[in-house]
Nanobody, 114 residues
């Protein structure tokens, strides 16, 4: 399965973006998918994840501002990001959780200006 992330861009603080992660194969059987992010000079971290039943988990830093969702029929995972902050600036990737089963995609850059 190949993962292709899109939807990033440059936005002012307080703005919104919606990221998409399209998988080349079925994700229906993948129990948990997540959005990871890697800021410059920092380790990649898990920002949000969702089960195939729709249960979600969020890092404290994004809770209340980000919403993860998935469409198994379209093999796509989404991340709606609201009230963006400069500290959300990072490259965003999707993959399986908790173990990374697929090769990393190219990611999508999110830059939040103050």
């Amino acid at each position: 399965v190949q993962l292709v992330e899109s939807g990033g861009g440059l936005v002012q603080a307080g703005g919104s973006l919606r990221l998409s992660c399209a998988a080349s194969g079925s994700i229906f059987s993948i129990r948990r998918m997540g959005w990871y992010r890697q800021a410059p000079g920092k380790q990649r971290e898990l920002a949000a994840d969702i089960t195939n039943g729709g249960s979600t988990n969020y890092a404290d830093s994004v809770k209340g501002r980000f919403t993860i969702s998935r469409d198994n029929a379209k093999n796509t995972v989404y991340l709606q990001m609201n009230s963006l902050r400069p500290e959300d600036t990072a490259v965003y990737y999707c993959n399986t959780v908790p173990m990374v089963l697929f090769d990393w995609g190219q990611g999508t850059q999110v830059t939040v200006s103050s």
